[in-house]
């Protein structure tokens, strides 16, 4: 199980700083639905290795959040509604 130190040191690395080779294509990752959400979590987590850094198809993806910034629900409304209205 990852520790939350561990997820710490990975949301510091930096695209350029990582092997592209060795990051993980979340479109090869299946989890199990019928397993409960802690286990689908831990089965993520395991497989992505690095959940900040990763491929999806041939794009490199990083994610970071601002430590006082929106909650995630809240940015995707906005941008959703923005591409309605704009």
Do not use: W
């Amino acid at each position: 199980m990852i520790t939350l130190e561990q997820l710490d040191q990975l949301s510091q690395i930096e695209m350029g700083q990582a092997d592209r080779t060795k990051l993980v294509d979340i479109k090869a990752i299946t989890i199990d639905p019928s397993q409960p959400a802690i286990q689908r979590m831990e089965s993520y987590l395991e497989n992505v290795k690095n959940p900040y850094l990763f491929l999806c198809g041939d794009t490199t993806v990083r994610i970071c959040f601002e430590p006082d910034g929106q909650e995630l629900i809240n940015k995707l409304k906005t941008h959703f509604e923005h591409l309605k209205t704009g």
